[in-house]
């Protein structure tokens, strides 16, 4: 079956640890279900978040997250048909990227609206290899 790739940002609504938690647990749950990986960036002022599966399956994730009133302002930045996984072995990697990512300032000027696909998708590129490292 063909992989899908989609990657969007959000931003939350009303974040806290506890509701972060809650879409983590979610996630990891529905994504070993329907045979999606992918990671999740997050901070307290933006999502972005990687999902990569079975096409039909990536796009009702996104339209489930899309009715979620825990995301508002979601933007698509990445959907495309692809040859590999990136995050094979993670249902939802969690990763809070606090330092190499926008500023908060940034993100309240609407830079991830402005984003290049490349940009974003780097992040997680970044994310991979820092992962990938860890566990050399």
């Known amino acids: 079956m063909p ?7 959000s931003r939350p609504f009303g974040f806290e ?10 996630a990891r749950r529905a994504n070993e279900r329907d045979g999606i990986t992918g990671a999740l960036i997050c901070r307290e002022d933006i999502y972005l978040q990687w999902l990569e599966g079975p096409e039909d399956r990536v796009r009702d994730t996104l339209a489930r997250i899309q009715r979620d009133d825990r995301h508002v302002e979601m933007r698509l930045h990445v959907a495309a048909p692809v040859e590999e996984r ?7 990697l969690h990763d809070p990227a606090v330092t190499w990512i926008w500023t908060q300032k940034q993100v309240s000027a609407g830079i991830a609206e402005q984003s290049a696909p490349e940009q974003v998708t780097g992040f997680f590129m970044r994310l991979r290899d820092q992962v990938n490292n860890a566990k050399s």
């Open 3 to 9: 992989l899908f790739r989609a990657i969007y940002s």
């Open 17 to 26: 640890a506890a509701i972060l938690n809650g879409i983590l647990l979610q």
């Open 86 to 92: 990136v995050f094979s072995h993670w249902a939802m």
